[in-house]
C-alpha cells in the first residue's frame, strides 16, 4: 500500500545503510526499544497537560515539544531521508502509546502521518518532495491536510477549487471548513481541481509551506471532544512552485494511502483511548475487592466484559496491519491490471469495517467503564475519570460518518462471491 | 452489444465522459471509472446479459475497455450456452 510497509520485509531489505556488519540484528533491537520508550516518554508529558489542553481547547504543545524532542515526527519518514523508517504497525503501536496519555494528542500525531504517509508513498520519485522529507526529519516538521471544502460537504473526493498556475507558480484558494491543528501546522496538504476546467473529481494534492500559505481564521474549535486537536475553519491562501504538486492523482493517493492508512491509525487512536479506560476500571475494580476482601464485587462482570471487547479490538487491528503489508507486497510483485479486483475491493471493505467497528466497540468499552467506575468515573478530576475518554471517543462514528461507510461498503460486498461448494 | 454495454455504462458507471463519444479500445479508467462503479457496472452487465461474472474474470483488466468487456460477455454466454 505505501512505502513506509517495505520496511515489514525485514531480511529482504538488507541492513540499514549505517549498520556496521555484524552489529546489525542489536542495533536493530536497540531501535526497537528506543521508540516505544520515547513513545511512553511522550504520553507521559501528553498525559500531565490532558486535562488542560481538554478544559482550554488548545493544542497540545507540550506534547509535541517532547515529541519533537523525541524525534518521534519523523517515524515514518524512510531510513534515506534521515527518519527512523519505522514500519506502519510501529507508528500504530505510538499512537495507541499516546492516546493512553493524550486522545487529542495522539490524533494530531496520526494524522500528521498520515500526511507523511502520502508524500512518502507518492512523491518519493519527486525531487522536490524528497527534499520536503528531509527538511522534516531536521526540523521535525508537523504536517496537517486540507481536504474538505465549504460548498462541497464532507467528500472529500471533490473539489471546488483549483490550481492556478502561471508558469513555475502555483497559487490555491480553498474555504476550508476544518484545518485540524491548520494554525500549528509547518506544511499543510490541499486538494484542488487539476485546473480551472477539470471536473470536481479530477483532483490534485499540493504541500503548501507555512511560509507561503496564509491562513485567515473563519470559525473557531469549542466541541464535545477532541479539543485539542484545533480543527478550526480557515480561507487558505497559498502559493509556491507547480512541483509541489504530488504527481499521483488524489483519488489513487485516496484509495490506495490516504484512506486505508488514515482508518488503521485512527483505530490505533480509538483502541489507545479504550484501553486507558479499562486500566482506570481495573484500577477501581481492584480498590473495591481491596475494601471488601473474600468477596469479587458485582462490576467484575462488566470488567471481563469490557477486557474482553478490548481484545477484540487489539485483535482486529493486528489483522488491519497485517493485511495492509499483504496487500502491499501484492501490489509490488504483480501487475495492477491483473491484480483480481476482488482483492482490492475486499481489502477496501476491510478497511472500511475496521474503522467502524472499532470505533464503536470503543465507545461500548468506555461505556462498561463509566457502570464500572460509576460516580468516580463520571466526575472530572478522579484517577477514575472517563469523561474525557467518552467524549473523543463520541468523535470516532463521525470521522467520515459511519453510515456513509457501511453504504459504501455494501455496495463494495456485493463484489464479493467467493465459490460456493458445487459451482464454478 | 457493445450498444448495449454503452448504455449500461451512461446509466451506471458516472463516467467524466459521455460513453458515446469513447472508442471500443478507449481506457475506461482514464475516462473517471471509480473502483465503486465498477461494482455497479458489473451488476448491470450481469443483469442485462443474464450471466455471473466468475471471481477469476474480476481484475481491473476486465473493465479496462468496452473492447475487455464485449470479450468477456461473449465468453460467458458461450459457456453458458454449452453447459
Same mark, same amino acid.
Given at each position: 500500500m505505501?512505502?513506509?510497509?517495505?520496511?515489514?520485509?525485514?531480511?529482504?531489505?538488507?541492513?540499514?545503510?549505517?549498520?556496521?556488519?555484524?552489529?546489525?540484528?542489536?542495533?536493530a533491537?536497540?531501535a526497537?526499544?528506543?521508540?516505544?520508550?520515547?513513545?511512553?516518554?511522550?504520553?507521559?508529558v501528553?498525559?500531565?497537560? +490532558? *486535562?488542560?489542553?481538554?478544559?482550554? &481547547? /488548545?493544542?497540545?504543545? !507540550?506534547?509535541?515539544? #517532547?515529541?519533537?524532542?523525541?524525534?518521534?515526527?519523523?517515524a515514518?519518514?524512510?531510513?534515506?531521508?534521515?527518519?527512523?523508517?519505522?514500519?506502519?504497525?510501529?507508528v500504530?503501536?505510538?499512537?495507541?502509546?499516546?492516546?493512553?496519555?493524550?486522545a487529542?494528542?495522539?490524533?494530531?500525531y496520526?494524522?500528521?502521518?498520515?500526511?507523511?504517509?502520502?508524500?512518502?508513498?507518492?512523491?518519493?520519485?519527486?525531487?522536490?518532495?524528497?527534499?520536503?522529507?528531509?527538511?522534516?526529519?531536521?526540523?521535525?516538521?508537523?504536517?496537517?491536510?486540507?481536504?474538505?471544502?465549504?460548498?462541497?460537504?464532507?467528500?472529500?473526493?471533490?473539489?471546488?477549487?483549483?490550481?492556478?498556475?502561471?508558469?513555475?507558480?502555483?497559487?490555491i484558494?480553498?474555504?476550508?471548513?476544518?484545518?485540524?491543528y491548520?494554525?500549528? +501546522? *509547518?506544511?499543510?496538504?490541499?486538494? &484542488? /481541481?487539476?485546473?480551472? !476546467?477539470?471536473?470536481? #473529481?479530477?483532483?490534485?494534492?499540493?504541500?503548501?509551506?507555512?511560509?507561503?500559505?496564509?491562513?485567515?481564521?473563519?470559525?473557531?474549535?469549542?466541541?464535545m471532544?477532541?479539543?485539542?486537536?484545533?480543527?478550526?475553519?480557515?480561507?487558505?491562501?497559498?502559493?509556491?512552485?507547480?512541483?509541489?504538486?504530488?504527481?499521483?492523482?488524489?483519488?489513487?493517493?485516496?484509495?490506495?494511502?490516504?484512506?486505508?492508512?488514515?482508518?488503521?491509525?485512527?483505530?490505533?487512536?480509538?483502541?489507545?483511548?479504550?484501553?486507558?479506560?479499562?486500566?482506570?476500571?481495573?484500577?477501581?475494580f481492584?480498590?473495591?475487592?481491596?475494601?471488601?476482601?473474600?468477596?469479587?464485587?458485582?462490576?467484575?462482570?462488566?470488567?471481563?466484559?469490557?477486557?474482553?471487547?478490548?481484545?477484540?479490538?487489539?485483535?482486529r487491528?493486528?489483522? +488491519?496491519?497485517?493485511?495492509?503489508?499483504? &496487500?502491499?507486497?501484492?501490489?509490488?510483485?504483480a501487475?495492477?491490471?491483473?491484480?483480481?479486483?476482488?482483492?482490492?475491493?475486499?481489502?477496501?471493505?476491510?478497511?472500511?469495517?475496521?474503522?467502524?467497528?472499532?470505533?464503536?466497540?470503543?465507545?461500548?468499552?468506555?461505556?462498561?467503564?463509566?457502570?464500572?467506575?460509576?460516580?468516580?468515573?463520571?466526575?472530572?478530576?478522579?484517577?477514575?475519570?472517563?469523561?474525557?475518554?467518552?467524549?473523543?471517543?463520541?468523535?470516532?462514528?463521525?470521522?467520515?460518518?459511519?453510515?456513509?461507510?457501511?453504504?459504501?461498503?455494501?455496495?463494495?460486498?456485493l463484489?464479493?462471491?467467493?465459490?460456493?461448494?458445487?459451482?464454478? | 452489444?457493445?450498444?448495449?454495454?454503452?448504455?449500461?455504462?451512461?446509466?451506471?458507471?458516472?463516467?467524466?465522459?459521455?460513453?458515446?463519444?469513447?472508442?471500443?479500445?478507449?481506457?475506461?479508467?482514464?475516462?473517471?471509472?471509480?473502483?465503486?462503479?465498477?461494482?455497479?457496472?458489473?451488476?448491470?452487465?450481469?443483469d442485462?446479459?443474464?450471466?455471473?461474472?466468475?471471481?477469476?474474470?474480476?481484475?481491473?483488466?476486465?473493465?479496462?475497455?468496452?473492447d475487455?468487456l464485449?470479450?468477456?460477455?461473449s465468453?460467458?454466454?458461450?459457456?453458458?450456452?454449452?453447459?
Amino acid at each position: 500500500m505505501n512505502a513506509p510497509l517495505m520496511h515489514d520485509a525485514g531480511p529482504l531489505d538488507g541492513p540499514p545503510p549505517d549498520a556496521t556488519a555484524g552489529g546489525a540484528s542489536l542495533a536493530a533491537v536497540e531501535a526497537d526499544a528506543g521508540w516505544r520508550a520515547a513513545a511512553q516518554r511522550a504520553a507521559q508529558v501528553a498525559a500531565q497537560h +490532558a *486535562d488542560a489542553v481538554d478544559r482550554e &481547547a /488548545r493544542f497540545p504543545s !507540550e506534547a509535541f515539544d #517532547a515529541l519533537r524532542r523525541e524525534r518521534l515526527l519523523s517515524a515514518l519518514v524512510p531510513q534515506a531521508f534521515g527518519g527512523a523508517g519505522l514500519p506502519l504497525a510501529d507508528v500504530a503501536a505510538i499512537c495507541e502509546i499516546l492516546a493512553q496519555g493524550c486522545a487529542s494528542t495522539a490524533m494530531v500525531y496520526a494524522m500528521h502521518q498520515i500526511q507523511v504517509a502520502c508524500i512518502e508513498a507518492h512523491g518519493s520519485a519527486s525531487p522536490w518532495h524528497q527534499a520536503l522529507l528531509a527538511q522534516l526529519v531536521e526540523q521535525q516538521w508537523l504536517l496537517a491536510s486540507a481536504t474538505s471544502e465549504e460548498t462541497i460537504g464532507g467528500n472529500m473526493r471533490t473539489s471546488a477549487c483549483s490550481v492556478e498556475l502561471d508558469g513555475e507558480r502555483l497559487r490555491i484558494e480553498k474555504l476550508a471548513p476544518t484545518i485540524s491543528y491548520g494554525a500549528q +501546522a *509547518d506544511g499543510i496538504l490541499v486538494t &484542488a /481541481r487539476r485546473t480551472a !476546467e477539470s471536473a470536481a #473529481a479530477d483532483q490534485v494534492m499540493i504541500v503548501a509551506l507555512r511560509a507561503e500559505t496564509t491562513l485567515e481564521k473563519r470559525g473557531g474549535w469549542d466541541s464535545m471532544g477532541m479539543r485539542g486537536t484545533c480543527s478550526e475553519g480557515f480561507r487558505l491562501v497559498a502559493t509556491g512552485l507547480a512541483e509541489q504538486i504530488l504527481p499521483t492523482p488524489f483519488a489513487e493517493i485516496a484509495d490506495q494511502t490516504m484512506l486505508p492508512i488514515s482508518h488503521t491509525l485512527w483505530a490505533a487512536v480509538w483502541t489507545g483511548i479504550a484501553t486507558d479506560a479499562v486500566n482506570r476500571a481495573k484500577a477501581f475494580f481492584r480498590a473495591q475487592a481491596r475494601a471488601k476482601p473474600g468477596s469479587v464485587p458485582p462490576a467484575g462482570l462488566r470488567l471481563a466484559e469490557a477486557v474482553g471487547l478490548l481484545q477484540m479490538m487489539q485483535a482486529r487491528l493486528a489483522v +488491519a496491519l497485517d493485511a495492509a503489508r499483504v &496487500a502491499h507486497h501484492a501490489k509490488q510483485g504483480a501487475c495492477q491490471a491483473d491484480l483480481p479486483l476482488s482483492a482490492l475491493l475486499g481489502f477496501a471493505s476491510d478497511m472500511n469495517t475496521l474503522k467502524t467497528s472499532i470505533s464503536t466497540t470503543a465507545l461500548q468499552v468506555v461505556h462498561e467503564v463509566l457502570m464500572i467506575c460509576g460516580m468516580a468515573g463520571y466526575k472530572n478530576g478522579t484517577e477514575y475519570s472517563v469523561g474525557r475518554h467518552l467524549r473523543d471517543l463520541y468523535s470516532a462514528p463521525l470521522m467520515i460518518n459511519n453510515d456513509r461507510i457501511a453504504q459504501n461498503t455494501a455496495s463494495l460486498l456485493l463484489a464479493q462471491r467467493p465459490a460456493a461448494p458445487g459451482r464454478a | 452489444m457493445k450498444t448495449a454495454l454503452r448504455r449500461i455504462l451512461s446509466e451506471s458507471a458516472r463516467l467524466d465522459v459521455p460513453p458515446d463519444t469513447l472508442a471500443d479500445d478507449a481506457d475506461l479508467y482514464a475516462a473517471g471509472l471509480s473502483s465503486l462503479a465498477t461494482v455497479h457496472l458489473m451488476l448491470a452487465i450481469e443483469d442485462e446479459f443474464d450471466i455471473e461474472i466468475p471471481d477469476r474474470m474480476l481484475t481491473r483488466r476486465l473493465f479496462s475497455s468496452i473492447d475487455s468487456l464485449a470479450a468477456a460477455v461473449s465468453e460467458l454466454q458461450q459457456a453458458k450456452a454449452a453447459a
